[in-house]
């Protein structure tokens, strides 16, 4: 908190995600399973309370320095979907203690996803201050009980980000929208197709130009 107020940085982001506690049993890679070590199905309301506290702490920190916390919705976290991250922030109780409703993350976490990228984004837009995007094409094999995942250019996999980035527009969200882009292949034009097609819907929602807040994240 201290550095980013140094250097200006207006937010820190966090994910609260603890190593595997059974390195090789399931679970453990927190993608595509039936379960998912360290979730918030696993966690106790005082699991809950204790990390309030902490992120408490450091949200006045960050306060004294200007500075915003985001909780990133993560895969094998106590804040893992909409529901989890809210009553976390509601504990917290701090205005600069916001949401990162990364989807993507709710979308992998599981065999079969907790809620829909829908009901997750319209639920965590009032209370979000940051914002990764990913997209992803899921291949379901019931015979194993898995799902696999491959990232893919934001336009094109299944996570709809017209109706994700209309959500946010309308909950006032203004805030940092960082693409996280493509892993394999040429990256640098997968990721310029993200950013020209993010642009394109936040000038066609908005109907004003689009300002410098987008950044692709490897």
């Known amino acids: 908190m201290r550095f980013a107020g140094?250097?200006?940085?207006?937010?820190?982001?966090?994910?609260?995600?603890?190593p595997a506690s059974y390195p090789d049993g399931p679970g453990s890679g927190r993608q595509g399973e039936q379960v998912s070590q360290g979730a918030s199905?696993?966690?106790?309301?005082?699991?809950?309370?204790?990390?309030?506290?902490?992120?408490r702490t450091a949200g006045r920190m960050a306060?004294?320095?200007?500075?915003?916390?985001?909780?990133?919705?993560?895969?094998?976290?106590i804040a893992d979907n909409s529901w989890a991250t809210l009553h976390l922030l509601d504990l917290v109780g701090l205005d600069n203690v916001g949401a990162n409703p990364d989807l993507?993350?709710?979308y992998w976490q599981y065999e079969y996803p907790d809620e829909t990228p829908e009901a997750a984004i319209v639920a965590l837009a009032p209370r979000s201050v940051y914002w990764h995007c990913k997209n992803l094409f899921r291949l379901h094999i019931p015979d194993l009980h898995?799902?696999?995942?491959q990232r893919v250019p934001l336009p094109d996999g299944e996570i709809d980000y017209r109706f994700a980035i209309a959500a946010m527009l309308e909950a006032g969200y203004s805030g940092y929208l960082a693409i996280e882009g493509a892993q394999k292949g040429d990256q640098l034009s997968?990721?310029?197709?993200?950013?020209?097609?993010?642009?394109?819907?936040?000038?066609?929602?908005?109907?004003?130009?689009?300002?410098?807040?987008?950044?692709?994240?490897?």
């Open 104 to 106: 993507g993350n709710i």
């Open 146 to 149: 898995r799902s696999f995942f």
């Open 190 to 218: 997968q990721d310029k197709r993200g950013l020209e097609y993010v642009r394109g819907l936040l000038s066609e929602l908005s109907g004003a130009p689009v300002n410098g807040q987008i950044a692709v994240k490897a």
């Open 63 to 77: 306060a004294d320095v200007g500075v915003r916390i985001s909780i990133e919705v993560h895969q094998g976290s």
């Open 41 to 55: 199905r696993l966690a106790s309301a005082y699991d809950f309370e204790l990390t309030a506290e902490r992120l």
């Open 6 to 18: 140094w250097t200006g940085a207006s937010i820190v982001n966090t994910a609260l995600v603890n």
